[in-house]
Nanobody, 129 residues
Framework: QVHLVESGGGSVQAGGSLRLSCVAS????????MGWFRQPHGKEREFVAA????????DYADSVKGRFTISMDYVQRTVYLEMNSLKPKDTAVYYC??????????????????????WGQGTQVTVSS
């Protein structure tokens, strides 16, 4: 079981920046590929970015590529999502996710909700025009 705690959400104007953080606490030695998803009001949860368990591999949704950056502090088991040039369509609840996987390769990242078995409580990001 992995406990995830997100922070850093808030309200910004279009063009602004926010940095989300997610701290993972685990009692296992499982490798933890991690990801960020978001869920706009009334819509399904969607993939934003993912990172391999050691931070070497990353993947992004086309809608955020070039504006968002995912990174990891492996020792602190913290994953970050730096969001720049924010747009109103980025408004959503952002969720951190972790996949407990003792076999995960360092190059493995995951884009689907079903690939993750641990989720944070979510943090609201609101971008106004």
């Amino acid at each position: 079981q992995v406990h995830l705690v997100e922070s850093g959400g808030g309200s910004v104007q279009a063009g602004g920046s926010l940095r989300l953080s997610c701290v993972a606490s685990s009692r296992t030695d499982s490798r933890l590929p991690m990801g960020w998803f978001r869920q706009p009001h009334g819509k399904e949860r969607e993939f934003v970015a993912a990172i391999g368990w050691d931070g070497r591999a990353t993947d992004y949704a086309d809608s955020v590529k070039g504006r968002f950056t995912i990174s990891m502090d492996y020792v602190q088991r913290t994953v970050y999502l730096e969001m720049n040039s924010l747009k109103p369509k980025d408004t959503a609840v952002y969720y951190c996710a972790a996949r407990s996987d003792v076999t995960a390769g360092s190059g493995s990242t995951y884009r689907t909700v079903s690939s993750y078995n641990n989720w944070g409580q979510g943090t609201q990001v609101t971008v106004s025009s």
